[in-house]
């Protein structure tokens, strides 16, 4: 039984029993569609001012380090090879700020963009970006340089692990995927034009993608054998893919088949994912033929219906996410019926991660997010 208290008061009950497998069971026997104690729990957490509202209901300052939401512990290597928030370019470019006012601030970036925020969202995913760093091929070729696999300072920050054979956890390697390193170059009004007006430029750039990212794994490996690689896309809109699937073919899909065939030449790694926003119900085949595995984080309200996703593809397909995080700022009620909706068929089929379909808002409280993970982590059918 676990019971959960707020200021003395108790909240609510639930019961559930020991796991018997750890973590890295849990990832691996999820990836191969095989049996679990209890599906896996890996979720996106909440956005910083999500945060901010949490610690103010009870959350503990030692939150991450004492595990407090009791999800499946997942570590990094700790080497960036680019997401939002950790540039792939190295060495980086210094953040400085260009302007500000008691509201606006515009600074560079340190993927070399000129951003412009409100002092009072924290979010980085809400900013606007003034100015990217490529606008010819010269500016390529003094980027080029910033996406070289040799580049030591790249792996000051690698985290060293225990063998796979030794330990409990997975290790997780990040990095930003084709279309993610073509908008951190280009932003997407001037990347939708070089595929046309210098589609050479774009191969340019993905070789030297695929060149900075197989060496660097390559690099990382003896230190820490990671065994899931999660590639940040985030290709797709509320309507669909954000680039055409001929494009995808043409620019996209060589390298991601070459990258993800000399990943799996690493015994170590079991499972490779895609991050993306939105309606991704026209990149699924595409990405499935490159050797991908699965996709997170199924978005509903952009028509993403995971238990219709998981009969159309079967076992082809891992799925991580798909949870309306719309409906835990409702209540226990509305949370229930969408576990409901969701849960009974990946509890039968398996090859499922709970997450929420992106971060958790602010509207979220703390006494309902943790209702959502202790009820999604018992629930029974």
């Known amino acids: ?18 796991d018997t497998m750890n973590s890295l069971e849990h990832f691996k026997a999820s990836f191969k569609f095989e049996k679990t104690d209890r599906l896996p729990i890996h979720t996106f957490g909440g956005w910083v001012e999500t945060y901010d ?37 190295f060495p980086r470019f210094e953040k400085k700020i260009i302007s500000e006012d008691d509201d606006i601030v515009i600074y560079e970036d340190e993927h070399g963009r000129k951003v412009k925020q409100r002092k009072a969202e924290r979010n980085i995913s809400i900013a606007e970006y003034l100015e990217f760093p490529v606008k010819s091929r010269v500016d390529w070729d003094r980027m080029k340089q ?15 692990h225990p063998s796979t054979s ?29 595929f046309y007006d210098d589609p050479e430029l774009v191969h340019d750039i993905m070789r030297q993608w695929l060149k900075m990212n197989t060496e660097a794994i390559d690099r990382i490996m003896p230190d820490t054998d990671f065994n899931v690689l999660n590639i940040m896309e985030d290709m797709s809109c509320n309507t669909g893919m954000m680039v055409s699937p001929e494009f995808f073919r043409e620019f996209m899909m ?12 690493h015994p ?28 997170f984080p199924f978005e509903v309200q952009a028509g993403m219906d995971v238990t219709k996703i998981r009969e159309q593809y079967g076992k082809r397909l891992v799925i991580r996410g798909g949870i309306d995080k719309r409906e835990l700022a409702k ?16 509890l039968k089929t398996g090859g499922y991660f709970i997450c929420l379909d992106h971060q958790a808002p602010p509207d979220i409280s ?15 059918k």
């Open 1 to 18: 039984m676990v019971i959960k208290f707020l200021h003395g008061e108790i909240l609510y009950l639930t019961y559930t029993k020991k």
């Open 53 to 89: 509202r949490w610690l103010k209901e009870g959350l503990p300052e030692n939150w991450r380090e004492s595990n407090y939401f009791k999800e499946d512990e997942v570590q990094g290597t700790g080497i960036h090879l680019g997401t939002n928030g950790y540039s792939p370019f």
């Open 146 to 160: 910033r996406m070289d696999p040799d580049v030591e300072v790249r792996y000051s920050t690698l985290r060293k």
């Open 166 to 194: 030794k330990r409990t956890y997975p290790v997780v390697q990040v990095m930003s995927g084709t279309f993610r390193v073509l908008w951190h170059l280009f932003g997407d009004v001037n990347m939708a034009y070089v």
């Open 254 to 265: 060589p390298y991601y088949k070459e990258l993800i065939s000399h990943v799996r030449k």
């Open 268 to 295: 170590s790694v079991f499972g490779i994912w895609v991050d993306s926003d939105g309606d991704v119900s026209g990149l699924i085949p595409l990405l499935l033929e490159c050797g991908v595995d699965g996709l």
């Open 331 to 346: 209540g226990k009620d509305a949370i229930d019926r969408e576990l409901e909706r969701v849960l009974p068929v990946f």
């Open 366 to 380: 703390l006494e309902n997010y943790q209702y959502f993970l202790d009820s999604a982590r018992s629930f029974k």
